[in-house]
Structure formats: C-alpha cells, structure tokens
C-alpha cells in the first residue's frame, strides 16, 4: 500500500468532501495563500478558489462564530485553529453556540461543522503553547470531540467528521503532521465513537489516543520482551468514548493504564478509571493506573519538556506496578 | 513626518545608536544559536524594528511599564534586562530572566518594569491597560506602554479594552508595531481600514501614524503621549510603521514578500540613519564609533559565554512558582 504524510491524509479527507460538498469549506489563519501554518491545506486555494479557502485576519472569536452561524444556515465549514492554545479565544461560540445550538433551539438549528488543527506539547513552546484541552471539549455535550494518533486514521475519521451532523472537534499535532503510514487510495471512513485495538494482547490493557498512542505502542514493544503482552486501545475519539471495548479488554487482562498528554484533574483517564471501576470493578486484579503529563504549565527549558511529558518508561513503570512487577 | 533634526542631544543620539546596535548584534548571535539548536522552540527577531523600541525608552521615565506580545528580545534588552539574562532566557538556563520558565518568547523582569513577553496574539492588550489601572488607582504617575503587532489589532479584546481605557482614561500609550505583516499575512489583506491607528478614533483616542524606521519619530509622538497619560487625559494610539528584516519566525521562509520590498527597507536601515546623523553632526568619531562597536559585541559574546556557563534549572524546578505556596498538593499519579 502507498505511504503519505499525516498532513497529506488530511488533506485529502478535506479535498475529497469539498469535491463532493460544495456546503464543505475551511476557514482560518493562513489556511489558503500561505498552504497553512503547517502545510495541511497546501494546494487547496488552488484548487478550491478563495470563496472555500478562506484565509482571515487573526480574529479567532470571530471567524469560529461566523463559520457557527454558517452552519446554523446550511453550511459545512471546517475552521482550522493554528492551534488549539488559540482556540481559547474563541471558546466562547464553541461552547455556548456550536455546542447548544440544536439543543436551545428544540432541534431546529443544527451546527454541522468541524473545528481542527493540533493540540498539545511540540517542543520547547513554553506555557501557552503547549496544552492539551481535549478533557474541556470532551466535558461538553452536543460536540463530539477526535484525537487521531494515525495517517490511516485521520483521513477515515475527518471524512466521518465532515459528513457528521453534530459539530466535532478535531485535534492533531504539530509533532504528527510528517508522520508517514500506509493509506489506501480508495476510499473510506472511520465511524466516530469507535475505538481500535491497535495491539491484542492478554496481560494488561493500555488506553491512550493522539500523539502519545506512540508512546504507548512502543512501550508495548518493550515490555513484549519482558513476556508481558499489552492490549493496546487507541480511543480515537474522546467524546463518545468507546467504553465498551475497554471494559471487555479489561475483562480480558484484569488490569489497567490509561495514557494521555493532559494535566491530570478530570481528565480522560481519570473519566475511564471511574468508567472502569464501575463496569468492571470485580475483574480488576489491581486499581487502575494511569500516565499523564505532570499537574503544572509546561516550562521551556529541555529538562521541563522531558520531566513533563508521557514517556515510555512511564508507561513501562505504570505497567509493572498494576502487574505488581515493582522493581 | 520629517524628523526634526538636533532637538535631540548628542547623547541621545549616542544612546540610540549604542541601543539599537545592541539589539541588532543581539539578535543575529541569537539566529546563529538557533541554527546550532542552543536555542529551541519559536523564536522571532526584531531585526529591522528597533527604532521602535528605542524611540520609546529614550522618551519614558525609568519606573514606567513595557508590556508586548511574543517579539520581545529588543523590548527586554531596552528595559534594562542584561543581555546575559535574556541570553541565558533564550538558552533555558536557570540564570535567565524567566528562570528558564519562559524562553524566546516570555521574557520577564519585574525589577525593570517588563510585564512581559506574551504567546497569545493580543492577550497582551487587555493587560496592559489593566497595568495602567492600578497605577492610576494608587495616583501613581507611571505610564504603560503596550506593544502589539497589526495583527493583533484584530483581536477583538482592542476594542473592549480600547472602550474602557478611554472610559476611565487610562495611563497607557497602545503601541501598534505595523511591520506588515502578521507571520505571511499582509495588512491590505485582513482590513478595508489600511490606517491602523484609525481604530482608536471610534473611541474618540488620540490616534495616530509616526514613522518607525527613526527613533526620533517615535520618541516625539511617545513624549506627548505620555504627558497626556501622566497629565490624567487617558490613552492615545500610535501606529508606528516600521519592517521586520527576518521572516515571522526562525522557519519561516518569507515567501508572501518581495526582495525588493525588503531591501527598500535596508535602505533607510534606522542604525545607518543614526549613525549617518553622529557623524554629519561630528557628535563622534569614526574611531569612537568602532569602540562602540567592538564593546557592543563584547557584551554579546559574554552573554553568550555567560548562558553558556550557567546551570539548566533543576527537574524539580517544574513546581516552582506554579503556586505562591510551595507546599501547593499537586497530582502527581
Ligand atoms: C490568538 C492567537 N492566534 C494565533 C496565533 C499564532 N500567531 C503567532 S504570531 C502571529 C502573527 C502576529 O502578527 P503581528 O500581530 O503582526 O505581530 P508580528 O509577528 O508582526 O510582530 C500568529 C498568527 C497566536 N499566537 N495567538
Ligand atoms: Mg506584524
């Protein structure tokens, strides 16, 4: 099978559905003349024109509220943050608008729409520029809320995105976008709210989504030759979560780590190990574990970026413990 | 505008001049680094704005407050910060101005009245007259100057807080540094309204465009800015047209531009226009000027010397000053 770029299966997706949908437009800073910040978009003013490739001014607050009231009269847009560290100024309509808007109008005005563009640490960025905010989206009802941690997956799942009727937050990462993987040059798409088995295995189950489901892999490689086989859950998408799937596997394995680059408080990990207990409480062999970046603002300086992040010896660590391996 | 030449002191002169060049040699040592990856992360030059800067220090008092965006190397430097500390800042050193914490782009000294370098475009804005706001609640007489780019100015927080600035007249000079453009985005494509400090009119602010590639331009219209704020008559709005050399940040190739457009600007470099001045005007030597020079790169290497030597923050330093307490419970499994 060919291998693309994460950035080019996005592309893609996007190409695809506005060929097919002329409602289907992007909206967003630097998305059209400059091919996006980070080249996701490259070719699409070409393309598409300047009418569905829309660049605007720095004016986040604005243009995600006037691609909400496009979507409440018909349209499709999908509006690109630069990154989600920006979404925060516009908050405000996707939360109290896109969010309610079928709900406070009874049904009538639905917000088909999709908000994208990456999340999370890159590198040395400093505070505000190194957050993961896919906990305070996936609190939210009415948005459903996509984390691809793949090529393959991205471009099935923003296909599934563009076409959903709800809007949906779509988060990648700085650090993805040159990742290669095998994508078909047919089409397809991945159903929102399904999670995927990326790795079977017996002895313990590791949860994670986005970037850091590479962290995860890897760990599983190397505790593979310690004898310890992981199953390894890539979420996918935080809001549905699939609980099922991981309660079945903890059913399987007996115990649990949910991996994720977020501050700890009310996070995803700490909703599944509610999730889990609850369902799955006497199939537990020990309390659930779970590896998050560490509860403060991400500093510059290297030793901040490594102490703060996720990492594989982490996870290896949390591993052992649930596996009572302490050594 | 036409500078109004010799109503500045030789000294002034000299002090632009010995400021500007330290910016300038500064900041290409910093681009060199960041090529050798000492220093990481987004990194954005003020390169080619710097008349800017100076133009404004040489027209405040000391205890005055500087506030600006994420471009902030020039603004710390100009407050007083020395450049071993912004170095050091800039490699993530324990030494450094934000103790590591805070990089390129977060530059900080409360001793030398910087608020600071900010990441979020116009975040900085809304601060910044609120900076101003408790100078006026105490009847201190400081005046705030906050820095922005043209595309910040986009925010719609300039217009809530440029409302009640002039509501409750605020001791602040909003400073937009309209180099342009905002990373590949230029002006005349985010605006019908191409006169930026037109903005302020629909709050009835004193507002207006100063040429930014002098600094006695600038220091002219922050002067009277200022005494209009120390004199309790609120806010004004400069536009301060200027360039910037580099691209947005180190990676970007600064392609939406033309060559020619960039090199127009290099022709009335505001280091040349101030030296060209010293020398007509016999204010210094050739020779004096070479020492100048000589001093300023010492300073750089030392800085760099200095960053080079200090010690990176501690991993255990990640909980420092993330609470005032130092006992705060954090998660930690
Ligand atoms: C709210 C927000 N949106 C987007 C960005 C990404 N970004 C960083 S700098 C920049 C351009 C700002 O240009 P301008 O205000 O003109 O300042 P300059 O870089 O020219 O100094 C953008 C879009 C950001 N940091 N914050
Ligand atoms: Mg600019």
Redesign the interface.
């Given at each position: 099978m060919r291998t693309i770029q994460f950035r080019e299966a996005l592309r893609e997706a996007l190409n695809e559905e506005m060929r097919k949908d002329e409602r289907v437009f992007l909206i967003g800073?630097?998305v059209a003349?400059?091919n996006g910040?980070y080249k996701v978009s490259q070719g699409m003013l070409e393309e598409f024109g300047e009418k569905r490739v829309i660049?605007?001014?720095?004016?986040e607050?604005?243009f995600a509220g006037i691609a909400v009231g496009a979507a409440m009269n018909g349209l499709r847009p999908v509006c690109e943050f630069m990154t989600f560290?920006?979404s925060?100024?516009a908050i405000d309509q996707v939360i109290n608008a896109a969010a309610k808007m079928l709900s406070m109008s009874g049904g009538q005005f639905g917000c088909p729409m999709v908000f994208r563009g990456p999340t999370g640490s890159a590198?040395?960025?400093?505070?505000?520029?190194s957050q993961n905010f896919e906990n305070w989206y996936a609190n939210t009802p009415g948005l459903k809320v996509v984390v691809p941690s793949n090529p393959y997956d991205a471009k099935g799942l923003l296909k599934a995105a563009i076409r959903d009727e709800n809007p949906v937050i779509f988060m990648e990462s700085e650090q993805m976008y040159g990742d290669k993987g095998e994508v078909p040059e047919e089409e397809y798409i991945i159903p929102l709210g399904v999670a995927d088995i990326k790795r079977v295995g017996h002895s313990v189950t590791i949860v994670s989504f986005g970037k850091i489901m590479k962290v995860a892999l890897t760990a599983a490689d190397e505790l593979a030759k310690e004898g310890i086989e992981a199953e390894v859950i890539d979420l996918r998408t935080v809001r549905p979560i699939d609980y099922n799937t991981i309660i079945e596997s903890v059913k399987k394995t007996n115990r649990l780590v949910v991996v994720e680059e977020a501050w700890?408080?009310a996070s995803i990990s700490s909703e599944i190990a509610y999730m889990v207990q609850k369902n799955a409480f006497d199939y537990l062999d020990a309390p659930v574990?779970?590896v998050t970046c560490?509860?403060?603002?991400l500093?510059?300086?290297?030793?901040?970026v490594?102490?703060?992040l996720p990492s594989v010896k982490k996870v290896i660590d949390a591993v052992n413990s649930v596996m009572y391996k302490n050594k | 505008m036409a500078a109004k030449k010799n109503t500045y002191s030789k000294e002034t002169y000299i002090k632009w001049y010995e400021e500007m060049l330290l910016m300038r040699r500064f900041e290409e040592k910093a681009a060199q680094l960041y090529g050798q990856q000492k220093i990481r992360g987004f990194c954005h030059l003020y390169i080619g704005q710097e008349a800017v800067v100076a133009g404004t220090m040489s027209a405040l008092k000391k205890e005055d407050r500087i506030i600006t965006a994420y471009r902030d190397h020039a603004h710390a430097l100009a407050c007083g910060i020395s450049a071993d500390a912004v170095m050091a800042e800039l490699y993530g050193k324990a030494t450094g101005c934000s103790k590591g914490k805070g990089g390129s782009m977060h530059m900080f000294s409360k001793e030398h009245h910087f608020f600071g370098g900010h990441g979020i475009v116009g975040g900085q804005i809304p601060l910044g007259a609120g900076i101003a706001f408790a100078d006026k609640y105490r009847g201190d007489k400081q005046v705030t100057v906050c820095y922005m780019g043209d595309g910040a100015v986009r925010q719609g927080a300039l217009h809530e807080t440029f409302n009640m600035a002039m509501l409750w007249k605020l001791p602040v000079i909003f400073v937009c540094e309209n180099n342009g453009y905002a990373m590949g985005t230029s002006v005349e494509r985010t605006t019908n309204v191409l006169d930026i400090y037109k903005l302020g009119l629909a709050y009835d602010m004193p507002s207006k465009a100063v040429d930014g590639m002098q600094p006695q331009t600038v220091h002219e219209s922050i002067a009277e800015a200022a005494d209009r704020a120390r004199n309790n008559e609120g806010p004004t709005f400069l536009e301060i047209r200027t360039y910037r050399y580099r691209g947005h940040s180190m990676s970007d190739p600064a392609k939406y531009r033309t060559k020619e457009e960039v090199e127009e600007y290099k022709s009335k470099d505001p280091i040349e226009i101030i030296k060209a001045i010293i020398l007509k005007e016999r204010y210094s030597t050739e020779a004096e000027l070479d020492a100048i020079e000589a001093n300023i790169e010492s300073t750089v290497n030392k800085s760099v010397e200095f960053a080079e030597n200090s010690p990176w923050p501690e991993a255990s330093d990640i909980y420092a000053d993330v609470y005032v307490e130092n006992d705060y419970p954090y998660i930690t499994e």
């Open positions: 800073e630097e003349e400059y910040a660049d605007t001014p720095i004016a607050l604005g560290n920006f925060l100024v590198g040395q960025l400093g505070a505000q520029h700890p408080l574990k779970r560490l509860d403060v603002p500093g510059y300086a290297p030793v901040f490594e102490t703060y | -």
